[in-house]
């Protein structure tokens, strides 16, 4: 038996978004990995909503993707309707988003991870760590079994001792049915690490043979569905719809007489709650001058009467939920699978790892996703994708692979993370990237794989994709760039558009300029542009809108990569780990006792915590001689 045990270069606890990443990336770059998670038929569990994308998360799906990571392709394959949202706004803020077949991601997700040859599986409970002075060297577990590995990461989610909460009831658990993870938190705590707790929550769960579909809005997906992978997944043929609906105040009133036995609002539940996904009840409470809210009334997959009932997630008691249910239009007559519930769980603030995500106290050991104090399956893909890259590296004793917040959305996520910390879930979104005009979904594949390629990521087909749309996407620039266009030609289009016609001859790129101007249009009206198009042989679309778009956009790209090579020269002016900041009295007390917690390893960094002011870094610069 303790023979399949033999040593592993890596072991991954838990086998959530974060794990099943962390597994694959590592077993694919060669290293011999165990993935040890409760039940391995919940590989990738989507534990709330079943979508994966949305605004700033699809950018982080396709980055992941454009590394050689799978959370991109399982959503093509499980995908049940698709958008690209914002797509009235700029190319910067355009976001994919997928509505998921739940099972089917799963499946999808065991599927790949067993056609992994490198990547063995243990069903069972870790409840600790096998340290050797300050290294980690494996794990124990709850049958009492001792795996040995060079190294390892946590990826427990909200498992860590999870308390779920419906109304007065509670007990422990790490998702409905699932049990909670015991024991590690404490050893960790041993060790010396902090934890804090974090809650969330999860809306009801309806049989959609009780829901009135004719009283509900439709919302069907596009009509051109996308995909999320740059490989040649194939995008949908047939799309399920979703519907919206709103709550009233008759609903928020019946939603009011549970609120003395709230968790949340009787203080049960510590633990801070992601800001920007309330449940309904803080909604009423927060927003009370509303009248309504907005309900995503969302299939579940394919061949499934369960439907998910976006917004109206509650941990109040499952009568209430019911009752106030009932009085939404359409949803008379529901019958509910399972009520909402909220789970509160520890995390590890993030500030206790470096750039790779391993940790500053235990060598060897690192920890990605929920764990973290991060929300969402994607930041916690694309978490596990880095930890899983990152361990391999170190066991190679390489370089570690760090994305600059300029580079992917990935990168500012742990720089994120590592630099600030979060006392609330933290979620991404546009806002939090001053360069997001670089950090488009379009273009992750061209900002990423040829890094991951360079690590042994990627593969070599992925890497040869990306350098033909290169060549094509600076091929067609170059010849709208010179082409002229006599006026009369785009007469009918530019009319058709609301564009004010060409009084002579003007360059293919300049017409581009206009905000009602496609290049996708510009081709049916320009036969000699339709042939210089036609002799692409692969990724045409993306191809064209990658032109338009740089056409378009070109300026704005060009400042900020102007900004973003300017700020990066502080990205590489080096600080040591063992500098003495609580003696550089020119430092303000705060700023030396955040960069000693931190230990940044850039004055970039170190810009970044909070409570260091530029007067500060303009000290530190002298004192490290760069000044
Ligand atoms: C009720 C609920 C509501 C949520 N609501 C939202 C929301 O509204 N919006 C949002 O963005 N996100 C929400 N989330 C969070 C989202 O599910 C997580 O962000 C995401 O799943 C985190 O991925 P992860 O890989 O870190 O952990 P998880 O997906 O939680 O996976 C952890 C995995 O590790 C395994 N595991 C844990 N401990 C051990 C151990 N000791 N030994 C072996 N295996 C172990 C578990 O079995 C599980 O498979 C919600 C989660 C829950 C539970």
Known sequence: MYEMFKEYDLIVVGGGHAGSEAAAAAANMGAKT??????????????????????????????????????????????????????????????????????????????????????????????????????????????????????????????????????????????????????????????????????????????????????????????????????????????????????????????????????????????????????????????????????????????????????????????????????????????????????????????????????KRIENLFFAGQINGTTGYEEAGAQGLMAGINAVLKLRNEKPFILKRSEAYIGVLIDDLITKGTDEPYRMFTSRAEYRTLLRQDNADIRLTEKSFKIGLADKKRLEKVQYKIKEINRITKYI?????????????????NSPSLKQKVKLNSILLRPQVQLEDLIEYIPDLKSEIDKINCCKQEIIEEVGIMAKYENYINKEQDLANKISKYEEVYLKQDIDYMSISAISYEAREKLLKIKPTSIGQASRISGVSPSDISVLLIYIGKL
Request: hydrophobic letters at 35%; proline letters at 5%.
């Open 34 to 359: 165990l993935l040890i998670t409760m039940d391995r038929h919940k590989v990738a569990q989507m534990s709330c909503n079943p979508a994966m994308g949305g605004i700033a998360k699809g950018q982080i799906v396709r980055e992941i993707d454009a590394l050689g990571g799978l959370a991109g392709i399982i959503t093509d394959k499980s995908m049940i309707q698709f958008r690209m949202l914002n797509k009235s706004k700029g190319p910067a803020m355009w976001s994919p988003r997928a509505q998921s077949d739940r099972d089917l991601f799963t499946k999808e997700w065991l599927e790949a991870l067993e056609n992994i040859p490198n990547l063995d599986f243990w069903e069972d409970n870790v409840i600790g760590l096998l340290i050797e002075n300050t290294k980690v060297v494996g794990v124990k577990t709850i049958m009492d079994i001792e795996i040995k590995a060079k190294t390892v990461i946590l990826t427990n989610g909200t498992f860590l001792n999870g308390i779920i909460h419906i109304g007065e009831k509670h007990f422990g658990g790490g998702r409905i049915g699932e049990k909670a993870s015991i024991g590690l938190t404490e050893e960790l705590i041993s060790l010396g690490f902090t934890s804090d707790r974090m809650k969330t929550g999860t809306p009801v769960r309806v049989d959609g043979r009780t829901i009135n579909f004719s009283q509900l809005i439709e919302q069907k997906g596009d009509e051109n569905p996308r995909t999320f992978s740059y490989t040649d997944t194939p995008p949908l043929k047939t799309q399920r719809s979703c519907y919206l609906t709103y709550t009233s105040d008759e609903v928020h009133n019946i939603l009011r007489t549970g609120f003395d036995k709230s968790p949340m609002f009787v203080g049960r539940i510590k633990g801070i709650g992601p800001r920007y996904c309330p449940s309904i009840e803080d909604k009423i409470e927060r927003f009370s001058d509303k009248n309504k809210h907005q309900l995503f009334i969302e299939p579940e997959g394919w061949n499934t009467n369960e439907i998910y009932v976006n917004g109206f997630s509650s941990s109040l008691p499952e009568d209430v939920q019911l009752k106030a249910l009932r009085k939404i239009k359409g949803f008379e007559k529901a019958k509910i699978f399972r009520p909402g519930y909220a789970i509160e769980y520890d995390f590890f603030p993030p500030t206790q790892l470096q750039y790779n995500l391993e940790t």
């Open 481 to 497: 760039a010179n082409y002229s266009i006599n006026p009369s030609v785009l007469d009918q289009y530019l009319n058709k558009v």
